[in-house]
Nanobody, 124 residues
């Protein structure tokens, strides 16, 4: 198993930046594909970005392409989400997730491990 702890959320003005971190502990970090999801009240959890266990491939929600970057640091067992040019519609609770499948997926149902979430609020 792996335990995930997010940090880095907060309040930022539109156009600003935040960097979210997700520290993993437990099984070998390189075993897992990692992803970020977000959720607002009354809505389903939405895929934001994913990175393969090797770090060689990344995937993004169309609306965040060119603004968000997912990366991972194997020495620190941490995955990051750099968020630039933030918009009010990016406001949500952001969750880190992991799976040990042989492929990366955008489906939240296929991630077995989740962090507790971190709030991101973008003011207009």
């Amino acid at each position: 198993q792996v335990q995930l702890v997010e940090s880095g959320g907060g309040l930022v003005q539109a156009g600003g930046s935040l960097r979210l971190s997700c520290a993993a502990s437990g099984r070998t970090f390189s075993t897992y594909n990692m992803a970020w999801f977000r959720q607002t009240p009354g809505k389903e959890r939405e895929f934001v970005a994913a990175i393969t266990r090797s770090g060689s491939n990344t995937y993004y929600l169309d609306s965040v392409k060119g603004r968000f970057t997912i990366s991972r640091d194997y020495a620190k067992n941490t995955v990051f989400l750099q968020m630039n040019s933030l918009k009010p519609e990016d406001t949500a609770v952001y969750f880190c997730a992991a799976n040990d499948l042989l492929y990366t997926t955008r489906s939240s149902a296929q991630y077995d491990y989740w962090g507790q979430g971190t709030q991101v609020t973008v003011s207009s």
